[in-house]
């Protein structure tokens, strides 16, 4: 399968690669890594074991890729301005599109440009970071819950699937991914937001009990704005909170995605993982009070 | 009158040096600013017009002091736990205490130790800053609230404003310290927190909107945790609030006490600003959501 990675950030270069590996036919659009993975190819440094992939079909236009299969968007949305230009020139008739971004908003602004019959959407529950140009560094996990834009669970949600689970992706086709993208912000949404604001790792946030409250406060919030959509299940509370919490107590100082472009002195992703959110739950009659306080108070750092 | 300063930040050294200026006899209680004013005296640079006093009665214990007719308190509340060390010398029979301390449980703590009757507060609407040893900044404003801790109008209270006033300081005996004490959290919670946790100065929080707004949901929290309490008058929210606002957009990047503690990596008073009014709050039936995640940002903060 002929594929397209736009957005070849630690993200698009960890599945990038994984697919490769497993045998598939890949292209990454690329700019930091690109004269790098040219030089040297592609260097996967994982906890599940380190690989190297010499040859790396690598580009600095779309244009230049042609018409694929399958691309996947791992650009971050902050980026979004440039998303539809970046995926045309890959589009054929049949040419699927799966965005593995963070938060809501990117299905629809790729729908509106191709028509929502194209698209997919995954979560990603993957802890990556970028080393030097041409590796990256795979901390652990890599869960992927993909599904169609349009919802139910279709034959192609169940194939990309397989081929991820062929490439050693952990990866599962559901139905409503609504739910699946709400449930990642019941995550991202305390834990990116609170550590590039203090710029604490997750561990050093869980260690100090106040911000352990405010953590489980934040994602009940996130929780009554999600069931307050129509989704097909609503999410259990207490439950999916405590696992979530849980399951960040494993992470050794992780750094989230948004703690180190705040760090780095990128953009923030606040559209995506805030504004849209919090418009959506309030559309739904729910206002989350401290999400709000939390995008005010992020947004005032962006103007630094 | 002999009146003793214990606490002799910008806060007691201003409002000492007015009432030595307007004749009265004063004692402070020094530290940082010891050898300085020893040396070469006080000097004020204010709004109002600079002026300087060339000698001082400075004392670094608090026994040497003796007793005092007043003792004025301006101590960081961060500092209570020595607070009634450093007054107890200076009490004679007749000795009463006004605490001009920020926020909430200053009395409480004087009036366990002291009696209830010897106990004044008084809140302080003044930008001052530290200069360099053995000079005060006066910014602007100055105003005070005073009133008993027992409450009531007491002839005592309006002797100690007319001493105010004769020192150039507007003063005020209130009846309803209480009141006094929640109106001026109306503005230190919002601006004294954000400043600190975002490193921003009032016009630079007030010049972002979503600060902005955020700074009168917290105001509005704050009142409704006032008017909970068994006030005389309640807090017109809305009026107060555009007040506090229109007062402060007056203050040209004046940069509050607690952002300065911050940045010169000095504890906070979260326990008096923060902790306290949260605890009276919720005793009263009131949530304050908002001053409660500020409250948990801001101890975060305080582990560095």
Chains 1, 2 share one sequence.
């Not at 890599?142 to 034959?155: K, T, V």
């Amino acid at each position: 399968m002929k594929i397209g990675i736009i957005g070849s950030g630690a993200l698009g270069l960890y599945y990038g690669a994984m697919l490769q590996k497993s045998g598939q036919d890949l292209h990454f659009l690329m700019r930091r890594d690109f004269d790098a993975v040219q030089r040297k190819g592609l260097q996967v440094d994982s906890v599940n074991g380190n690989f190297h992939l010499p040859k790396v079909a690598c580009y600095r236009n779309s244009k230049d890729i042609g018409p694929v299969d399958l691309v996947i968007v791992g650009l971050k949305t902050f980026s979004n301005q440039h998303l539809k230009d970046l995926v045309r020139p890959l589009l054929g008739t049949r040419t699927a599109i799966l965005t593995l971004q963070n938060g809501l908003g990117n299905e629809e602004l790729l729908a509106a440009a191709f028509g929502r019959e194209r698209i997919l959407g995954g979560v990603a529950f993957l802890c990556t970071n970028r080393g030097e140009p041409g590796t990256v560094q795979h901390l652990g996990e890599g869960r992927i819950h993909l599904g169609e834009f349009s919802g139910g669970l279709s034959a192609r949600s169940r194939m990309l699937a397989e081929i991820f689970q062929a490439a050693g992706v952990p990866c599962e086709a559901v139905s409503d991914l609504r739910r699946a993208r709400w449930e990642k912000l019941v995550w991202n949404i305390p834990f990116n937001g609170l550590s590039a604001l203090m710029k604490k790792d997750v561990t050093d946030l869980l260690d100090h009990l106040p911000s352990k409250e405010l953590i489980r406060m934040l994602m009940l919030e996130v929780i009554s704005g999600a069931n307050a959509q129509v989704l097909e299940q609503p999410i259990d509370a207490k439950k999916f909170s405590d696992q979530l919490i849980a399951f960040t107590e494993n992470m050794d100082h992780y750094r989230p995605s948004m703690m180190i472009d705040r760090l780095e002195g990128r953009p923030l992703e606040l559209d995506a993982i805030y504004r849209i959110p919090i418009e959506q739950a309030r559309t739904a009659g729910t206002d989350m009070a401290r999400v709000e306080m939390l995008y005010s108070l992020l947004s005032a750092g962006e103007e630094n």
